[in-house]
Every structure is written in C-alpha cells, then in structure tokens.
Nanobody, 124 residues
Framework: QVQLVESGGGLVQAGGSLRLSCAAS????????MGWFRQAPGKEREFVAA????????FYGDFVKGQFTISRDNAKNMVYLQMNSLKPEDTAVYYC?????????????????WGKGTLVTVSS
C-alpha cells in the first residue's frame, strides 16, 4: 500500500522557517521523482519543487526565488522541503507527490501518488 505522509506544517510568523518532511512507503522510492505542490484557499494547486531520483537535479516554481530547498534521503525514503523567509502568501496546504514516469515534473497530473497534505500558515 502506497503511503506518502507529510509532516512539519504549522503556524509561523512572517520571516520564519519551516521544514516539511514526507515519509514514503509502498513503492520503490529511489525510482520516483519526488515533488512538493501547494494549494492556497480559493486557488489552484501550484508546483513548488521537485527532485530527481538520484537528487542530481532540482526544480523550483517560478515564485520560489531561492526561498525553498528540496532534498531527499533515499536510504530513509524521505523527502524534505526547507522553507525560509516565509510570507503570508505562502500559506497553503503543502502536498508531497511521487512521479514514477518523470515526464514533466512541474505538472501535477503527471504524478502517480499524493499525500494528504500538511497545512502551513504564515501570520503577518
């Protein structure tokens, strides 16, 4: 049974940092591109970041501008999203996702498995 379980969300003040974690199980983690997406209230889901199977390459949404860093630990089946200098507009539910085909890592429809999300709230 495939599981992606996010953790690390919460309430933080603007300018603060959070580290999101995603624990994966039930599939060959090292064979998947891993991504983070987010969805703010009333908005469409948005690509945040992705990391390739070997962590050789990373990709970020246009809005990130060095604010976030994605990483993975294949030995632990974990993927992380370090978020710094958080702003109120970063408030959203953040989802971890796995893409076994790695066709277009920025497109959410390409991902095969999704977690249930973790809520990040940034207060001003």
């Amino acid at each position: 049974q495939v599981q992606l379980v996010e953790s690390g969300g919460g309430l933080v003040q603007a300018g603060g940092s959070l580290r999101l974690s995603c624990a994966a199980s039930g599939f060959t983690f090292g064979a998947a591109v891993m991504g983070w997406f987010r969805q703010a209230p009333g908005k469409e889901r948005e690509f945040v970041a992705a990391v390739t199977r070997s962590a050789y390459s990373t990709f970020y949404g246009d809005f990130v501008k060095g604010q976030f860093t994605i990483s993975r630990d294949n030995a632990k089946n974990m993927v992380y999203l370090q978020m710094n200098s958080l702003k109120p507009e970063d408030t959203a539910v953040y989802y971890c996702a796995a893409d076994l085909t790695a066709s277009n890592v920025r497109r959410g429809t390409e991902y095969d498995y999704w977690g249930k999300g973790t809520l990040v709230t940034v207060s001003s």
